[in-house]
C-alpha cells in the first residue's frame, strides 16, 4: 500500500502559510562561504612525512564552496510580518521581537510533521532556503521523520517541479554527510535527535573531524544559517536555559521553528490549531470511553497512592481509600500523613493496625511506607495495596478490547479498512519472557490474549470474520510486541537515558517504521500491539481504532499523550483517507470511569495548551470580517476586540477574568444579548464565537430562583388563625415495641432483600466531546457487568459490626441471622452482606417504632409562631410557581410535583376552600425516621355553615403498599402526631388525599 497525500487541505495551508509570510519582503538569496580541507599536522610516527594522506586525495576537493541562508529582512520587518500573521489567525498580538523563535501549535494527528516538510520547499520556492536542521526528543520520532521524509518524496517532487533534495539522519560516525550538507546548493534536510548534540563534551559534532576535512561539525552546521525546525520543543528544550535549547542557538539559525500540541513556552504564536479546533472540524477521530470500574470490592484494605506533597515543610500525601460515610462506604481521596491511623481515618475495623509510615516526595522518587500486620510495603504513585486482582481486571480489558476490535472490524472491514488495536503494557515480561537459553516464552498478557481471542473467534456474532481462518496459527499471528530491543535480539523495557539505550530503541523504531503501511494491508495479519512506551510518541497509524491501558493511565499528561497514537484519521487499502466521525471512532479502554476520563482530561488539555474552557479573551473577536470603507472584508483587529471585551465585563456577562457567567448563557439562549450599537452589525458572528465557548446552559438557573412574599390578607386573616391554632403545636412522642416481632420481621425482610453479589467489573461506554466550553462525557451504553473472583479476603468480624449499626444485642443479631438462612452470603462478599443487613434491620425497628408509637403535646408555650411565615424567606424557581393565588397564604405556591400542581390549582378554584397553606419546611413532626413536613393545611366551609380543618398529605397514589415504607410510615407518624393536638370540638384531621375531591368524603 502507498498512503496518498492531500495537498489542499485549508488548515494545513493556511499553517504553512502562517511562517512563509513572515519573511513577506525578503528577496531570493544565498550567502557563500569557503569550506577548506585542513591537512594534518605533521607526526614523527607518520610513515610517509612530506605526502597527502590517501583519504584526503580520493573525493574530497581541498577548498570547497559552502552554500548557507541569508536574511535580508531588519526586525521591525519581522514584527509587522508577524503581527500580521497572528491577527489573520486570530492570536494575541506579540508587541515586541525577542528572539528568532516561531511558535506552530498543531494538535496530535492533524499532519504537523507533513506541515513542517512542506513548509520547507514551500520557504525554498519563495526565497531560495536550502538549509533546514530537524531537531527531535527522540529516537521514536527521528525514526518517524525520516520514514515521512521517503513516503512523501514522490508527493514533493511532483508538487515542486521535481526541485532536487537530500535528506539523512544525523551519525555521528558519518560525518562526511555534514560537509555535503554545508556544501551543496540543493535543498538540505538533516534530522538528529537532541541526544547527539546536547553535550559538548562527548558529542562528535564539537570536534574536529577528518571527515570534515578538518573542521568542527558545528562550524560548518553555523555558517550555513539553518532554518531550525523543533519537533515537540518542549522535549527538547530541556526548559529555556537548557541543554538543549543551548545546543539549537549554537547553530547559529536564521530562525527556529516549533511545532507542538503541547507547547511550554509559546514564543511568537503564529498558527494554533488546537484540540478543540481539531474536534469541532472532524480533522481527528471521535473520542470514546469504555470504563471499568470495580463495584462492591470494599473486602480488603485498599490504598493507593495518588501525589505526595511538601508545602513549607509539613510532608503530606493524597492517597484513596474506602472511607464510611453516611451513605455507605465511598471510595475518597484523603490527605495523610506519617504515623495516621487509617482504621481512625476511615471508620473502618478493616484498617486495624494500618499505619503510614515514611513519605518521600523527591520528583521522580515519590514514595510512601504503608505498615500493616505481619509487614509493610512501599507505594509508588499510582500503586494501591488490597486492591482486586489486577490481573482478572486486566483479562476483562484485553477481553473488552477484542470484542471493540471485533465490533470495528465486521463494520469497517467491507469498506477495505484494516482495524488496528493498540495495547499499553507496564512490563515487557508480562508479555514475553525468555528461558535460560534465551528462547521466547509467552508472558501472562500473551496467553491472556489468545485464551479470549479464541474464545470470540468462536462467538456467532463474530463467524463470518473466521469463516476460512485456522486459528492454530492466526490467533499467534493477530498479536506482537514493539519494545527495544538489546543486541541478543531480546526485547527489554525502553529507555533512551544512555547511548546503548539508544541503539537498543533505534532497532525496534526501525522495525515499527519500517512496516508502517505493511501494517495498514489485510495481506499483514498483525492487528493487536503490544507495546512498553516505545509508541509514546512518534509512531501514529490511522487505522488504530481501541488504545487499552494495562497500565496505569492515571498519571500526569498520560491520557492526551495515550490518545494521541490513534487521533489520525483511517485509511483505507488504496491508502485514500477517510473523514467523518461514524467511521473515525476511537475507543479508549481503561480503569477510570468516564466522568473522572472527562474532567482529567480537561485538566491535561488546559495544562498542556493554555487552552481556558469557559474564558472570553480579550483578543477573541480579532478576526472577524468587517467591511472597510469600499466594502472590502478586513479584520475586526484587536483593539475593537478588546473594547467588546471590555463591554461584556462592564455588562456582567464575564467576570474579570473573562470567565463566562450565567447571564451571558441566558441571554444567548433567549436572544437577548446587548451589544454597543458599533457591533450590531457583526452580532450573528459574535453570537457564534460565544456560544461555542459558553457551552450548555443549566435547566435550572440560579437567576430564576425567586423569593415568594407572603398575602397578609389571607396570614392574618380570622379563618387562618383559626386553622393555625388548631395544628400550631408541637409534640415529643414515647415508642414500645415488642422485641419478638422485631425479630420475625428482620428474618422475613432479611430474607425477602436483593441477593449479595460477589465484586463486579462494570463497564460503561461514554462519548467524549471536546467544545471551548469544556470536555463532555456522555453515555451511550452500559454491559452485564462481570464477577471478579476475591479468594484471599479475610472475613471481618460481623457480630461486633452490626451490633455498632443497629444497637441490638449480639444474642438478638445470632437469632437474626441464623433464622433468615443467608450466613453464605457473608462469605460471599463480606462488607455487601453487612450493609444489607444493617440496613434491613435498622429499617425494621424504625417500622416497628412506628407502630408503637405515642405523640404527646408538649404545652401550651411550645409552638409555631404564625410570625415565622414572614420571618422565615421562602423560595422556589419561577417554572415550578403556580403564580397569583388569591387564597393562599404566600402569593405563589411553589410546588414539588405535578400531583401538587394540580392540588394547589383545584383549591384556588373551588369555591368551598376558604383559605390554605402548603406548609414551609419549617413545620416539621419529629419521627424515629427523622422529621417529617406535611404538605397542606387547609380550611374547608361546607355549605356556608360548618368549618372542617384539615392537614393534607398529597400522594399520586392512595395505597399504602405503593408508597415507600419509609414515606408511609412517616405518614402514619403525621397522623399520631395531629391525633394528639385533637381536643376539644372541631379539631384538624391528618388525611392523605389525591385530589380536593378526598376532602369532601372525610
Same mark, same amino acid.
Given at each position: 500500500?502507498?498512503?496518498?497525500?492531500?495537498?489542499?487541505?485549508?488548515?494545513?495551508?493556511?499553517?504553512?502559510?502562517?511562517?512563509?509570510?513572515?519573511?513577506?519582503?525578503?528577496?531570493?538569496?544565498?550567502?557563500?562561504?569557503?569550506?577548506?580541507?585542513?591537512?594534518?599536522?605533521?607526526?614523527?610516527?607518520?610513515?610517509?612525512?612530506?605526502?597527502?594522506?590517501?583519504?584526503?586525495?580520493?573525493?574530497?576537493?581541498?577548498?570547497?564552496?559552502?552554500?548557507?541562508?541569508?536574511?535580508?529582512?531588519?526586525?521591525?520587518?519581522?514584527?509587522?510580518?508577524?503581527?500580521?500573521?497572528?491577527?489573520?489567525?486570530?492570536?494575541?498580538?506579540?508587541?515586541?521581537?525577542?528572539?528568532?523563535?516561531?511558535?506552530?501549535? #498543531?494538535?496530535?494527528?492533524?499532519?504537523?510533521?507533513?506541515?513542517?516538510?512542506?513548509?520547507?520547499?514551500?520557504?525554498?520556492?519563495?526565497?531560495?532556503?536550502?538549509?533546514?536542521?530537524?531537531?527531535?526528543?527522540?529516537?521514536?520520532?527521528?525514526?518517524?521523520?525520516?520514514?515521512?521524509?521517503?513516503?512523501?518524496?514522490?508527493?514533493?517532487?511532483?508538487?515542486?517541479?521535481?526541485?532536487?533534495?537530500? %535528506?539523512?539522519?544525523?551519525?555521528?560516525?558519518?560525518?562526511?554527510?555534514?560537509?555535503?550538507?554545508?556544501?551543496?546548493?540543493?535543498?538540505?534536510?538533516?534530522?538528529?535527535?537532541?541526544?547527539?548534540?546536547?553535550?559538548?563534551?562527548?558529542?562528535?559534532?564539537?570536534?574536529?573531524?577528518?571527515?570534515?576535512?578538518?573542521?568542527?561539525?558545528?562550524?560548518?552546521?553555523?555558517?550555513?544559517?539553518?532554518?531550525?525546525?523543533?519537533? +515537540?520543543?518542549?522535549?527538547?528544550?530541556?526548559?529555556?536555559?537548557?541543554?538543549?535549547?543551548?545546543?539549537?542557538?549554537? #547553530?547559529?539559525?536564521?530562525?527556529?521553528?516549533?511545532?507542538?500540541?503541547?507547547?511550554?513556552?509559546?514564543?511568537?504564536?503564529?498558527?494554533?490549531?488546537?484540540?478543540?479546533?481539531?474536534?469541532?472540524?472532524?480533522?481527528?477521530?471521535?473520542?470514546?470511553?469504555?470504563?471499568?470500574?470495580?463495584?462492591?470490592?470494599?473486602?480488603?484494605?485498599?490504598?493507593?497512592?495518588?501525589?505526595?506533597?511538601?508545602?513549607?515543610?509539613?510532608?503530606?500525601?493524597?492517597?484513596?481509600?474506602?472511607? +464510611?460515610?453516611?451513605?455507605?462506604?465511598?471510595?475518597?481521596?484523603?490527605?495523610?500523613?506519617?504515623?495516621?491511623?487509617?482504621?481512625?481515618?476511615?471508620?473502618?475495623?478493616?484498617?486495624?493496625?494500618?499505619?503510614?509510615?515514611?513519605?518521600?516526595?523527591?520528583?521522580?522518587?515519590?514514595?510512601?511506607?504503608?505498615?500493616?500486620?505481619?509487614? +509493610?510495603? %512501599?507505594?509508588?504513585?499510582?500503586?494501591?495495596?488490597?486492591?482486586?486482582?489486577?490481573?482478572?481486571?486486566?483479562?476483562?480489558?484485553?477481553?473488552?478490547?477484542?470484542?471493540?476490535?471485533?465490533?470495528?472490524?465486521?463494520?469497517?472491514?467491507?469498506?477495505?479498512?484494516?482495524?488496528?488495536?493498540?495495547?499499553?503494557?507496564?512490563?515487557?515480561?508480562?508479555?514475553?519472557?525468555?528461558?535460560?537459553?534465551?528462547?521466547?516464552?509467552?508472558?501472562?498478557?500473551?496467553?491472556?490474549?489468545?485464551?479470549?481471542?479464541?474464545?470470540?473467534?468462536?462467538?456467532?456474532?463474530?463467524?463470518?470474520?473466521?469463516?476460512?481462518?485456522?486459528?492454530?496459527?492466526?490467533?499467534?499471528?493477530?498479536?506482537?510486541?514493539?519494545?527495544?530491543?538489546?543486541?541478543?535480539?531480546?526485547?527489554?523495557?525502553?529507555?533512551?537515558?544512555?547511548?546503548?539505550?539508544?541503539?537498543?530503541?533505534?532497532?525496534?523504531?526501525?522495525?515499527?517504521?519500517?512496516?508502517?503501511?505493511?501494517?495498514?494491508?489485510?495481506?499483514?495479519?498483525?492487528?493487536?500491539?503490544?507495546?512498553?512506551?516505545?509508541?509514546?510518541?512518534?509512531?501514529?497509524?490511522?487505522?488504530?481504532?481501541?488504545?487499552?491501558?494495562?497500565?496505569?493511565?492515571q498519571t500526569e499528561r498520560e491520557r492526551r499523550q495515550t490518545i494521541g497514537r490513534g487521533l489520525r484519521l483511517c485509511v483505507n487499502q488504496h491508502g485514500d483517507r477517510l473523514r467523518g466521525f461514524e467511521i473515525n471512532t476511537l475507543t479508549v479502554i481503561a480503569t477510570e470511569n468516564y466522568e473522572q476520563f472527562a474532567e482529567n482530561l480537561q485538566k491535561e488539555i488546559e495544562a498542556d495548551t493554555g487552552i481556558r474552557f469557559g474564558?472570553?479573551?480579550?483578543?477573541?473577536?480579532?478576526?472577524?470580517?468587517?467591511?472597510?470603507?469600499?466594502?472590502?472584508?478586513?479584520?475586526?483587529?484587536?483593539?475593537?476586540?478588546?473594547?467588546?471585551?471590555?463591554?461584556?465585563?462592564?455588562?456582567?456577562?464575564?467576570?474579570?477574568?473573562?470567565?463566562?457567567?450565567?447571564?451571558?448563557?441566558?441571554?444567548?439562549?433567549?436572544?437577548?444579548?446587548?451589544?454597543?450599537?458599533?457591533?450590531?452589525?457583526?452580532?450573528?458572528?459574535?453570537?457564534?464565537?460565544?456560544?461555542?465557548?459558553?457551552?450548555?446552559?443549566?435547566?435550572?438557573?440560579?437567576?430564576?430562583?425567586?423569593?415568594?412574599?407572603?398575602?397578609?390578607?389571607?396570614?392574618?386573616?380570622?379563618?387562618?388563625?383559626?386553622?393555625?391554632?388548631?395544628?400550631?403545636?408541637?409534640?415529643?412522642?414515647?415508642?414500645?415495641?415488642?422485641?419478638?416481632?422485631?425479630?420475625?420481621?428482620?428474618?422475613?425482610?432479611?430474607?425477602k432483600a436483593p441477593p449479595i453479589t460477589k465484586t463486579r467489573l462494570v463497564w460503561r461506554k461514554a462519548e467524549i466531546a471536546i467544545g471551548k466550553a469544556g470536555v463532555e462525557a456522555t453515555e451511550t451504553t452500559a454491559a452485564m457487568p462481570v464477577v471478579l473472583d476475591e479468594a484471599d479476603i479475610e472475613l471481618p468480624d460481623l457480630l461486633t459490626d452490626l451490633q455498632d449499626r443497629t444497637h441490638l444485642t449480639r444474642r438478638t443479631?445470632?437469632?437474626?441471622?441464623?433464622?433468615?438462612?443467608?450466613?453464605?452470603?457473608?462469605?460471599?462478599?463480606?462488607?455487601?452482606?453487612?450493609?444489607?443487613?444493617?440496613?434491613?434491620?435498622?429499617?425494621?425497628?424504625?417500622?416497628?417504632?412506628?407502630?408503637?408509637?405515642? %405523640?404527646?403535646?408538649?404545652?401550651?408555650?411550645?409552638?409555631?409562631?404564625?410570625?415565622?411565615?414572614?420571618?422565615?424567606?421562602?423560595?422556589?424557581?419561577?417554572?415550578?410557581?403556580?403564580?397569583?393565588?388569591?387564597?393562599?397564604?404566600?402569593?405563589?405556591?411553589?410546588?414539588?410535583?405535578?400531583?401538587?400542581?394540580?392540588?394547589?390549582?383545584?383549591?384556588?378554584?373551588?369555591?368551598?376552600?376558604?383559605?390554605?397553606?402548603?406548609?414551609?419546611?419549617?413545620?416539621?413532626?419529629?419521627?424515629?425516621?427523622?422529621?417529617?413536613?406535611?404538605?397542606?393545611?387547609?380550611?374547608?366551609?361546607?355549605?356556608?355553615?360548618?368549618?372542617?380543618?384539615?392537614?393534607?398529605?398529597?400522594?399520586?397514589?392512595?395505597?399504602?403498599?405503593?408508597?415507600?415504607?419509609?414515606?408511609?410510615?412517616?405518614?402514619?407518624?403525621?397522623?399520631?402526631?395531629?391525633?394528639?393536638?385533637?381536643?376539644?370540638?372541631?379539631?384538624?384531621?391528618?388525611?392523605?388525599?389525591?385530589?380536593?375531591?378526598?376532602?369532601?368524603?372525610?
Amino acid at each position: 500500500m502507498k498512503l496518498h497525500f492531500e495537498p489542499n487541505l485549508d488548515y494545513q495551508l493556511q499553517a504553512i502559510d502562517a511562517v512563509c509570510d513572515l519573511f513577506r519582503g525578503q528577496e531570493v538569496c544565498r550567502t557563500e562561504f569557503t569550506v577548506t580541507m585542513k591537512a594534518p599536522v605533521e607526526e614523527s610516527s607518520d610513515l610517509f612525512p612530506g605526502t597527502t594522506p590517501q583519504q584526503m586525495s580520493l573525493g574530497v576537493a581541498e577548498t570547497d564552496l559552502g552554500v548557507g541562508n541569508r536574511l535580508t529582512l531588519l526586525d521591525d520587518d519581522l514584527l509587522r510580518n508577524l503581527n500580521d500573521v497572528q491577527l489573520r489567525n486570530g492570536l494575541a498580538p506579540s508587541t515586541a521581537l525577542t528572539s528568532g523563535d516561531f511558535t506552530v501549535e #498543531m494538535e496530535t494527528g492533524t499532519g504537523k510533521t507533513y506541515v513542517y516538510l512542506r513548509t520547507i520547499f514551500e520557504l525554498n520556492k519563495r526565497y531560495g532556503f536550502t538549509k533546514f536542521v530537524i531537531v527531535v526528543p527522540s529516537v521514536a520520532i527521528k525514526e518517524g521523520v525520516y520514514k515521512s521524509l521517503q513516503i512523501t518524496e514522490d508527493h514533493f517532487k511532483g508538487l515542486y517541479a521535481g526541485v532536487p533534495f537530500d %535528506y539523512f539522519l544525523y551519525d555521528s560516525a558519518k560525518l562526511g554527510q555534514v560537509r555535503n550538507f554545508a556544501t551543496s546548493s540543493s535543498i538540505q534536510i538533516m534530522v538528529v535527535t537532541v541526544g547527539a548534540i546536547n553535550k559538548k563534551d562527548v558529542n562528535n559534532l564539537y570536534k574536529d573531524s577528518e571527515k570534515t576535512g578538518g573542521e568542527k561539525p558545528i562550524d560548518l552546521i553555523k555558517a550555513t544559517r539553518p532554518i531550525v525546525i523543533v519537533d +515537540e520543543p518542549q522535549s527538547v528544550d530541556g526548559g529555556l536555559e537548557g541543554r538543549g535549547k543551548e545546543a539549537l542557538d549554537a #547553530m547559529n539559525p536564521l530562525c527556529t521553528l516549533r511545532y507542538s500540541a503541547t507547547h511550554a513556552n509559546k514564543h511568537h504564536m503564529v498558527f494554533r490549531l488546537d484540540a478543540v479546533d481539531a474536534y469541532e472540524r472532524k480533522l481527528v477521530k471521535q473520542i470514546e470511553v469504555a470504563s471499568a470500574t470495580v463495584d462492591g470490592a470494599f473486602n480488603k484494605a485498599y490504598v493507593r497512592l495518588l501525589s505526595t506533597n511538601n508545602q513549607r515543610g509539613v510532608i503530606s500525601a493524597k492517597v484513596e481509600l474506602d472511607v +464510611e460515610t453516611a451513605s455507605g462506604i465511598k471510595r475518597q481521596e484523603v490527605t495523610v500523613q506519617d504515623g495516621d491511623d487509617l482504621e481512625q481515618t476511615t471508620h473502618r475495623a478493616i484498617y486495624a493496625d494500618y499505619r503510614i509510615g515514611e513519605i518521600k516526595t523527591a520528583r521522580g522518587d515519590e514514595f510512601m511506607e504503608l505498615r500493616f500486620p505481619g509487614g +509493610e510495603t %512501599y507505594l509508588r504513585i499510582g500503586e494501591a495495596h488490597g486492591n482486586v486482582d489486577a490481573m482478572a481486571v486486566q483479562r476483562e480489558m484485553i477481553r473488552r478490547t477484542i470484542k471493540e476490535h471485533l465490533d470495528k472490524e465486521k463494520r469497517l472491514r467491507p469498506q477495505g479498512i484494516k482495524v488496528l488495536s493498540l495495547f499499553f503494557i507496564d512490563s515487557v515480561e508480562k508479555y514475553r519472557q525468555y528461558d535460560a537459553d534465551g528462547n521466547a516464552l509467552k508472558g501472562p498478557y500473551a496467553q491472556i490474549f489468545e485464551e479470549e481471542y479464541r474464545r470470540y473467534a468462536k462467538h456467532p456474532d463474530y463467524k463470518s470474520l473466521f469463516e476460512e481462518v485456522d486459528l492454530n496459527h492466526a490467533t499467534e499471528d493477530v498479536h506482537n510486541g514493539y519494545f527495544s530491543i538489546d543486541k541478543k535480539g531480546g526485547w527489554t523495557d525502553t529507555a533512551e537515558n544512555n547511548a546503548g539505550n539508544r541503539e537498543n530503541a533505534e532497532r525496534a523504531y526501525n522495525l515499527i517504521m519500517k512496516e508502517k503501511e505493511k501494517l495498514l494491508g489485510f495481506e499483514t495479519p498483525l492487528k493487536f500491539i503490544f507495546s512498553h512506551s516505545a509508541l509514546k510518541e512518534g509512531w501514529d497509524n490511522p487505522n488504530v481504532f481501541q488504545i487499552c491501558t494495562l497500565r496505569d493511565i492515571q498519571t500526569e499528561r498520560e491520557r492526551r499523550q495515550t490518545i494521541g497514537r490513534g487521533l489520525r484519521l483511517c485509511v483505507n487499502q488504496h491508502g485514500d483517507r477517510l473523514r467523518g466521525f461514524e467511521i473515525n471512532t476511537l475507543t479508549v479502554i481503561a480503569t477510570e470511569n468516564y466522568e473522572q476520563f472527562a474532567e482529567n482530561l480537561q485538566k491535561e488539555i488546559e495544562a498542556d495548551t493554555g487552552i481556558r474552557f469557559g474564558i472570553v479573551e480579550q483578543h477573541q473577536f480579532a478576526t472577524i470580517a468587517i467591511p472597510d470603507a469600499d466594502g472590502k472584508l478586513i479584520p475586526l483587529g484587536v483593539e475593537q476586540s478588546k473594547t467588546l471585551w471590555e463591554h461584556l465585563k462592564a455588562t456582567g456577562y464575564i467576570d474579570a477574568k473573562g470567565k463566562v457567567q450565567d447571564s451571558l448563557k441566558k441571554a444567548l439562549k433567549d436572544g437577548t444579548l446587548a451589544l454597543p450599537a458599533e457591533f450590531e452589525a457583526q452580532k450573528p458572528q459574535i453570537n457564534e464565537v460565544l456560544r461555542k465557548i459558553t457551552g450548555k446552559l443549566e435547566i435550572k438557573n440560579a437567576d430564576d430562583r425567586k423569593p415568594v412574599a407572603t398575602r397578609k390578607a389571607v396570614l392574618y386573616s380570622e379563618e387562618f388563625k383559626a386553622l393555625w391554632d388548631r395544628i400550631k403545636h408541637k409534640t415529643t412522642y414515647r415508642v414500645q415495641f415488642d422485641s419478638e416481632k422485631l425479630v420475625t420481621d428482620c428474618v422475613s425482610a432479611l430474607q425477602k432483600a436483593p441477593p449479595i453479589t460477589k465484586t463486579r467489573l462494570v463497564w460503561r461506554k461514554a462519548e467524549i466531546a471536546i467544545g471551548k466550553a469544556g470536555v463532555e462525557a456522555t453515555e451511550t451504553t452500559a454491559a452485564m457487568p462481570v464477577v471478579l473472583d476475591e479468594a484471599d479476603i479475610e472475613l471481618p468480624d460481623l457480630l461486633t459490626d452490626l451490633q455498632d449499626r443497629t444497637h441490638l444485642t449480639r444474642r438478638t443479631i445470632v437469632r437474626i441471622l441464623t433464622e433468615s438462612g443467608r450466613l453464605d452470603d457473608f462469605k460471599r462478599n463480606p462488607q455487601q452482606f453487612i450493609d444489607l443487613a444493617g440496613d434491613v434491620i435498622n429499617r425494621c425497628k424504625r417500622m416497628i417504632l412506628v407502630d408503637g408509637i405515642k %405523640y404527646q403535646r408538649i404545652g401550651d408555650e411550645h409552638y409555631y409562631a404564625q410570625e415565622l411565615f414572614e420571618q422565615e424567606e421562602l423560595t422556589g424557581y419561577m417554572k415550578n410557581m403556580l403564580k397569583d393565588t388569591q387564597k393562599s397564604v404566600y402569593e405563589h405556591v411553589v410546588y414539588d410535583s405535578n400531583t401538587e400542581r394540580d392540588f394547589a390549582d383545584e383549591l384556588e378554584k373551588n369555591e368551598n376552600i376558604k383559605v390554605y397553606a402548603k406548609l414551609p419546611g419549617w413545620f416539621k413532626v419529629p419521627t424515629p425516621l427523622g422529621t417529617y413536613n406535611p404538605d397542606w393545611a387547609v380550611l374547608v366551609e361546607d355549605g356556608g355553615a360548618e368549618r372542617l380543618y384539615f392537614v393534607v398529605e398529597t400522594k399520586s397514589t392512595l395505597f399504602d403498599d405503593e408508597l415507600r415504607d419509609r414515606e408511609s410510615a412517616k405518614i402514619a407518624c403525621g397522623k399520631a402526631h395531629f391525633h394528639s393536638l385533637a381536643v376539644g370540638e372541631n379539631s384538624a384531621r391528618f388525611i392523605v388525599a389525591k385530589s380536593i375531591e378526598n376532602l369532601f368524603t372525610n
